[in-house]
């Protein structure tokens, strides 16, 4: 299950890859060698940028033509600057000896100066002072101003009191509910947000009306998606063995949910088949059609913000950077973060990343619907996004998860015994 998150994570990130100067950039040769980057000529009157000088190599996994324009901006505005990036081929997953084998190299303070935290075991980065604290760096700067960003950025990635890592992508999530499937069963759903509890309700309400053809819709856009966070709750708070972890196994196997995507159901106009009773989607901002997502919704409640079982408000996706303690440009570093996530025209563009920055993201949903823009800043605001929580991890459970869950080959009180002691022994090796 957590494979085919991370992998579809990535193919989102990947398809639209490398128009241009893919091969370059996958050496780590610099983007100026491959693209020929004309820097320009200085107008008249105009003044210096305050001097800056290295060389930068970052560690990623998104595509080229995402951090493209960033970093050939940031070049002709500092022609004394270099940046290199070693990212994954196109082919290339996340996989468990991936992240181990850029892990080994990041901890030995070999070769990277930013690093994408989603590539590395960040547990054990972040926990032995790999990565720098962003606060100083942030403290010793007074350019930078905390108020200009979401607050939902700084706090949930605070480690010992430390930031490790600047989070730059966040996408509420949000339910769409078959209202059509509803009023048959005499119900309606008013409030802005739904829980795990309220949608289990709902949910067998509708099958006792309906029948057990009604499904969640599957993965990322159904339940599946919704109890991964869920069950990160319970690692996070070392809750595997605990009778309420048992009691929500058994909630969650007693669903019954689409093994696909259905092709009734298109991206953008959020359609619903007639046996899914909710979908999941994230408000994909900065968009051409940042209405879209909004569209199509007629058979549906609208967008109601997902908070969990334990009220927590969670995005669908975090991507994060961090900076290396090893790293001789630390401040060089933090200009590029500072400069590619500030609210200037020239910093970070892509059509599926929301802008932790505050003035930026207005400018970049400009033709929202204002109902719409007013709900989406202000669940942007309550998300709590998740601590971080190593992949590898994940990667150790998997298993236990398709005994309990595919092949009914354990009980869920073996199911929570495996993956406490597999819990424990991954956060005591």
């Keep these: 299950m957590w494979k085919r998150a991370i992998t579809a994570i990535l193919l989102i990130c990947v398809l639209p890859l490398m128009a241009c100067g893919a091969e370059g950039i996958e050496t780590g040769e610099a983007v100026t060698d491959k693209n020929n980057i004309d820097t320009g000529t200085k107008a008249l009157g105009e003044s210096d940028p305050e001097e800056l000088t290295g060389e930068l190599t970052i560690l990623s996994w998104l595509p080229v033509n995402t951090w493209q324009y960033v ?235 997902y908070e969990s079982m334990h009220g927590e408000y969670y995005p669908t996706s975090i991507a994060s950077l961090s900076i290396s303690n090893f790293s001789p440009n630390k401040e060089l570093a933090w200009e590029f973060i500072k400069f590619a996530f500030n609210d200037r025209d020239t910093s970070y563009r892509s059509s599926s990343t929301f802008s932790p920055n505050k003035r930026k993201m207005e400018s970049v949903c400009e033709e929202l619907a204002p109902e719409h823009k007013e709900r989406l800043f202000r669940d942007i605001e309550a998300i709590n996004t998740f601590k971080f929580i190593d992949s590898n991890l994940y990667y150790n459970l998997e298993s236990v998860y398709e005994d309990y869950f595919v092949n009914d080959s354990i009980t869920v009180e073996e199911c929570c015994k495996e993956l406490a002691s597999r819990v424990y022994l991954y956060m005591n090796e």
Excluded at 272 to 294: V, W
């Design 71 to 305: 970093i050939e901006d940031f070049m002709k505005e500092y022609p004394g600057v270099t940046v290199k990036v070693e990212m994954l081929g196109e082919d290339q997953l996340v996989t468990e000896e991936f992240m181990e084998k850029y892990t080994t190299r990041i901890m030995a303070g070999d070769g990277f100066d930013i690093v994408e935290s989603e590539l590395v075991n960040m547990e054990k980065c972040a926990g032995q002072g790999v990565f720098a604290d962003l606060y100083e760096l942030i403290e010793a700067d007074n350019e930078f101003h905390q108020e200009d960003y979401f607050s939902c950025i700084f706090e949930p990635a605070e480690i010992d009191g430390k930031l490790p890592a600047f989070i730059y992508r966040v996408n509420p999530v949000y339910i769409h509910l078959n209202k059509k499937l509803l009023e048959e069963a005499g119900l309606e759903y008013t409030k802005d947000t739904i829980s795990f509890m309220e949608l289990y309700e709902l949910y067998g309400k509708v099958r006792e009306h309906a029948g057990e053809s009604i499904f969640m819709v599957d993965f990322r856009y159904g339940y599946e998606g919704m109890s991964d966070y869920e069950d990160g709750y319970f690692i996070r708070n070392n809750l595997m063995d605990s009778e309420e972890y048992e009691e929500y196994l058994r909630l969650r196997h007693s669903l019954y949910y689409a093994s696909e995507i259905r092709e009734s159901w298109h991206d953008g106009t959020m359609k619903i088949a007639d046996d899914a009773l909710c979908c999941l989607s994230d408000l994909c901002l900065p968009s051409d059609s940042a209405n879209e997502i909004f569209e199509g919704t007629e058979d549906m409640t609208g967008a109601i913000l």
